[in-house]
């Protein structure tokens, strides 16, 4: 649905915006706490996802249902979106790096055969999922980047296509025309605090985006779109989609896929393909999934670090609890900066039960986060949240009233 400027200024700016650094977010609920949907399903197959799987979720049921393997019929799922060209985070249409060129990262783990495939950085190749896949089915290797990884997709049989759609071209135009500072401090820089420099008033606010907007009218945008477009300018947005997939027969697999952060540096991986962090799988125990911060689930390895939890003993959900708290203590429990932290894990344990968990309810309270789940019911179910209240969008803008 199109935003207006007032909306955009009173949600995204009064709302999303840090307002100072306090930020006033309510105390950690504790897992066993939250009434949120925890399911312990035991129903086989089940294929759960991250929310935008859910249009592709009947398909790979069917398919999966009628003996189909679990990597493959993950996949199709993943590749729903990544042939979307509006969706914006995964595939075609993702949007590009800095320099306008979509950078892609996917990886798959399959359970039975406890073989991995991953590629990372690759332009031009939209099924990332299925060149992963393809990795695993064909190489030696596990994981094979850039433009290595690229021919030998289209040795393989891959298409290269250009995947910038003139939707994502005009958002990075607009980026390029009026964007400023992004390179850094991040947010685990001891200097983080510099970025809030140039606080703003709301009338400054209101200009910049007049401002912005007449960059947009004179690149193209259609006025329905320049708000949304103005958002992801301020905000580089992120988004992926993780699936994972068990059969009757108890057979696991998984696979992650993403265009990763909008703008970023070219070459800047994050926790997607790496096995382990944005996707681990293993035959005896689950599998598990990321999507958000790609930078703190690295430092957490948070896929595997769920899948030990739950070889040890732990439910789904304390397991992707346990993983939510390691992000947590990386910070030491500091909410000015958790408050820019945003990160959901998709889990399924070998015997059918599962959970999806995020560090806080959603990018904004009044659009939680969800996990798709198809047991036989295809539904979307509300993660179980760490904290109370919506993640901010980094980088922080300061208002002063
Ligand atoms: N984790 C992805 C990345 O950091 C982005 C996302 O899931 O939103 O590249």
Known sequence: MPISRRDFLTSALAGSV??????????????????NTAKHAAKLPIIISAANGYNYLDQAYAFLS???DTLDAALKVVQGPEND???ESVGLGGHPNEEGVVELDACCMHGPTRTAGSVAGVHNIKNVSLLSNTVRLHTGHVMLVGEGAARFGVAQGFQRENLLTERSRKEWLLWKETHS???GPGLDSPDWRRRFSGATTADEWEQRIRRMEQIAADIGI???LRMEAIRYVIFPPTGTIHCSALSEKAEISGCTTTSGLAWKIPGRVGDSPIIGAGCYTDQNVGSAGATGNGEENLKVAGAHTIVENMRHGMSPLDAGMDALKRIVRNYNGDKDRLQFVDMVYYILRKDGAYAGVSLWEGYETNKPHQIAVHDGTRRLEKTVNLFAGASQSWPPVRMVR
């Open 18 to 35: 840090a307002v100072g650094l306090s930020t006033g977010t309510q105390a950690a609920q504790d897992s066993p706490g939250n009434k």
């Open 222 to 224: 259609p006025p329905e």
């Open 181 to 183: 500072d992004w390179w």
């Open 85 to 87: 060209p509006n969706d």
């Open 66 to 68: 009628s003996g189909g």
